[in-house]
């Protein structure tokens, strides 16, 4: 089982970008999946999670009303659309997933599984 992390790039401050995460081996069904950030320099970040059975979401904070979380069932794919970028927003974005109740989903030591990462820069 693996997770495929992709659509990062660089882009100047107020852009969009959208990454996606693919699994291959098993469904996302049953299982939590989301996102976390990396900065250099600073410990790893939740940014968002999604249920896959039921559609709950979550968004950290500092992200609220710039990215959405969202999923293709039958792609088996999840999405990170990221707008209104800013330069504090620049790091190596990974998907993961878990099992765990929804309340530790922030925790990112709770995850056994995670995909390669995608380098976001944006510049200002």
Same mark, same amino acid.
């Given at each position: /089982? !693996? &997770? !495929?992390a992709?659509?990062?790039? &660089? /882009? !100047?401050a107020g852009g969009s970008l959208r990454l996606s995460c693919a699994a291959s081996g %098993?469904?996302?069904?049953?299982?939590i999946v989301s996102w976390f950030r990396q900065a250099p320099g600073k410990e790893r970040e939740f940014v968002s999670? &999604?249920? $896959? @059975?039921?559609? *709950? *979401? %979550?968004?950290?904070?500092?992200v609220k009303g710039r990215f959405t979380i969202s999923r293709d069932n039958a792609k088996n794919t999840l999405f &990170? !659309?990221?707008n209104?970028?800013?330069?504090e927003d620049t790091a190596v974005y990974y998907c993961a997933t878990t099992?765990? /109740? $929804? @309340?530790?989903?922030?925790?990112?030591?709770?995850y056994a599984l995670w995909g390669q990462g995608t380098q976001v820069t944006v510049s200002s």
């Open positions: /089982v !693996q &997770l !495929q992709s659509g990062g790039g &660089l /882009v !100047q %098993r469904t996302f069904s049953g299982y999670a &999604l249920r $896959w @059975s039921g559609g *709950t *979401t %979550r968004l950290a904070d500092s &990170l !659309q990221m209104s970028l800013k330069p099992k765990i /109740v $929804w @309340s530790e989903i922030e925790n990112p030591s709770r």
